[in-house]
């Protein structure tokens, strides 16, 4: 019994970070984040997945890329400054950087 209920809650969890991958993309792309960012190559700014290799292990990436996609910044991947994203929802950008962390 202990068993199913755990391969269980596995199927629930890799079902549920599909769907995150999946809205983390869609929300990227529709909040314009793919002009300046490629997933596995560099536009203007950094690939996601050089974000996710730089911030891997930080347990406080999360709110910190949080923090700096709706401020903007400058500096960390180079001397082109990444515009303040004010318009998209706490909830969005939490969403997409989850995505972007999970990218190997």
Known sequence: MKTLVTTAASAALLMLSGMASADGMALAQKNACMSCHGVDKKIVGPAYKDVAKKYAGDKGAQAKLVAKVKAGGK??????????????????LNTIVAWILTLK
């Open 75 to 92: 500096g960390v991947w180079g001397e082109v400054p990444m515009p303040p994203n004010p318009q998209v929802s706490p909830a969005d």
